[in-house]
DNA sequence: ACCGGTACCGATACCGGTATTGATACCAGT
DNA sequence: ACTGGTATCAATACCGGTATCGGTACCGGT
């Protein structure tokens, strides 16, 4: 393979210096209009490309934003990342993803690994980095933006909501339709902290009202490995078993509405009324909860926005380079009793 | 914030030359077991990680691999990449991922973009990229890796499975259980290729029987924006108009396990038996199916292993260097016709 | 004819690492 | 004592761009 072309190559191929070729590329100033289109001319053809590493090296600047999920699996972080990619669509920015498997550990490294590439900004989900990590994102001398949280102290600026505040506020509302036996139902609570958040804030409302979870199942407690298991289909199992040992619940609250669509799945398969026999309530509002319209309460979470709105976070910042910027941006996700709703005269 | 740690602050807290401390940091050889302690110890102090720029600049050699995807939207996609990061994991090289929205120009930009960070390797979604996609994938000079289709020809190395074929294959399996009378649901054919090469592939199956679809919507012939639908839901309005216009189908073929589940929530509501009024046919073999077993014939494509598969043939091209690799690695869709078969092999 | 200003261009010095080469010290073998 | 080999380190020359700055040419004004 014949080496790779360099700009003194097309340099050489214009007749002009090295300098006049990579200005004229980049469409600086001072540089003729003849010898633009000359030497963007030899350019084209001689298949020339430029190398980002020289270039970045050479002018200590990037177009890079590094975006942090713990996963991919779940279709909410692709969603994030859409978002993200669209709001920096049209910018000179680019984003580059990393994926952290919900490891702390991977995270550290990811993250490091990202630094070394010196990005313009950095966007992270979560809010409970440990301290070793925060230090290395306080210490990055560029944006950063966490997301998808705010019980807790961000580092710079923060994208997004409080879960436990959203578990506590569906949990209220669901009461108010007069429900009294509630059941959860969720998985990975140990890795997934944000779940875990609100399975507690709903907790919180609920003794508020002198009640409890008459019935838990996280999955650990099961025998098949449910990690191994589809979300929905993980749901609808850990479902039957809890309705077995807890039949007379009237309301479960799932981690996510995967696994409360797989709860739902087996209330139709068993002939169970939802949400007359049970009410089922998830979390996200996912695209798939709208093949049964109204069934399955929720919580809309704007994922796509939040991940517009760190890319708009940190494209303000890095232009305004002020620190008096808005560090907080809440999106609070909107309630979705569905058929709950009308049963009951309460307004919303 | 002060500059950056460049690897001469390292070399000066050590005590050493930078050659030294390059070397001690990177486990190259040539470095007393004294020295590499202190380097290590001397970075870690201040606080050093490396600039991939100048590193790659210099060594000529990066750890990417870029892969290109049409779309986050779609969670097929998303666990593709996350095969490719799997597969990845423990090497040294590391996935960068894009994505093209399915447009041809983005595509070719992002690819341009992606050459000019001198990848180590490319995984690229899809086999008909326009002749000056192929012409800049041809002459990178890296180890070329398309996926998910095989109808065509590759420019070098190719994962995946032939749509058509895909389409064909489970026409005949639907055919042989006893179903005549065929709709076919699918939205965006234009853009997503592979699902029309999957439609047409049915298409000939039939034909080969005497048969022709009865009925076909694919979403251009309605009044509402079903783009801006979720998948599941535009499936279960396209299946209730095709179902109003054609009631007598006895199957229905969606372009993918998305629509086929809307359409399958539509039959739920409806109180229209599945499959025994009328069959339902996807694709991909996604987790949500799993919520009503059996319920919807499907063609399981190995989303994931196709992406390590494809990670795996950049890591051995890039071992072996030799141009005498296995080059193409079919990974064909199992189908699974779910309540279909029983009905048929022994009727209860 | 002289001067200041503007437009354009190129030589030079890096950016922060790594490959390469050469130097040094020390040791075993003869 | 001398030679060759090994282990360890440092000096130097880049990698392929870009920032900087100092020219040169040409213009209008006086």
């Known amino acids: 393979m014949k080496s790779r072309k360099t700009l003194a190559d097309v340099a050489a191929a214009a007749g002009v210096s090295k300098m006049t070729a990579s200005r004229a590329l980049r469409g600086d100033k001072d540089v003729s209009q003849a010898n633009i289109e000359r030497v963007k001319q030899a350019a084209r053809e001689i298949g020339y490309y430029g190398n980002q590493f020289a270039s970045s090296l050479s002018s200590k600047h990037t177009d890079l934003i590094g975006v942090v999920v713990p996963s991919l699996s779940n279709i909410v972080f692709p969603q994030v990342m859409s978002g993200v990619t669209n709001a920096l669509k ?36 979560g809010i409970d980095q440990p301290p070793e ?88 407690d099961l025998p098949v490995d449910v990690t191994a298991l589809s979300a929905v ?29 797989g709860g739902l799945c087996h209330c139709i398969a068993e002939g169970i009324d939802v949400p007359g026999d049970v009410a089922l309530a998830g979390f996200n509002g996912l695209g798939l909860i709208e093949g049964f319209p109204g069934k399955i309460a929720t919580s809309r979470t704007a994922r796509k926005q939040i991940g517009e709105q760190a890319a708009r976070t940190i494209l303000e910042t890095l232009e305004h380079s002020a620190a008096e910027m808005e560090k907080l941006h809440i999106m609070k996700p909107e309630i979705s009793l569905g058929e709950l709703a009308v049963t009951n005269d309460k307004p919303d």
């Open 90 to 125: 049209g910018t000179l920015l680019q984003p580059v993803f990393g994926v952290t498997d919900y490891d702390p550990e991977t995270e550290y490294e990811t993250l490091r690994n990202m630094l070394s590439w010196r990005p313009a900004g950095l966007i992270v989900t």
């Open 133 to 220: 990590t925060r230090q290395l994102l306080k210490d990055a001398g560029v944006p950063i933006v966490q997301i998808m949280d705010i019980d807790g102290h961000p580092v710079d600026a923060c994208v997004g909501f409080s879960h436990s505040e959203a578990g506590h506020d569906i949990a209220v509302a669901l009461f108010e339709t007069g429900l009294r036996r509630f059941g959860y139902v969720g998985r990975n609570l140990d890795k997934d902290l944000r779940a875990a958040k609100r399975k507690q804030g709903f907790q919180s409302a609920l003794r508020e009202h002198g009640l409890a979870f008459a019935g838990i199942i996280d999955g650990s």
């Open 233 to 261: 289909d993980c749901g609808r199992r850990l479902t039957a078993d809890l309705l077995k040992r807890q039949p007379d619940l009237d309301c479960i609250y799932f981690s996510n509405d995967d696994l409360a669509f």
